[in-house]
């Protein structure tokens, strides 16, 4: 079982800059290419028409 001896953990206490800002990035970046990928679709069938 796991060992709870090293202290009491305080909810809330650490520190998670880095992991909003690299969780902005992937929503920024997902964004991007979903408004990328229906461009392309469109691009596509307006060539295809």
């Given at each position: 079982?796991?060992?709870?001896?090293?202290?009491?953990?305080?909810?809330?206490?650490?520190?998670?800059?880095?992991?909003?800002?690299?969780?902005?990035?992937?929503?920024?970046?997902?964004?991007?290419?979903v408004?990328?990928?229906?461009?392309?679709?469109?691009?596509?069938?307006?060539?295809n028409?």
């Amino acid at each position: 079982m796991a060992d709870h001896t090293h202290g009491e953990h305080k909810h809330g206490s650490m520190d998670i800059r880095e992991q909003e800002k690299t969780f902005a990035g992937f929503i920024r970046m997902s964004i991007w290419v979903v408004g990328i990928s229906i461009a392309i679709l469109i691009f596509m069938a307006l060539v295809n028409a």
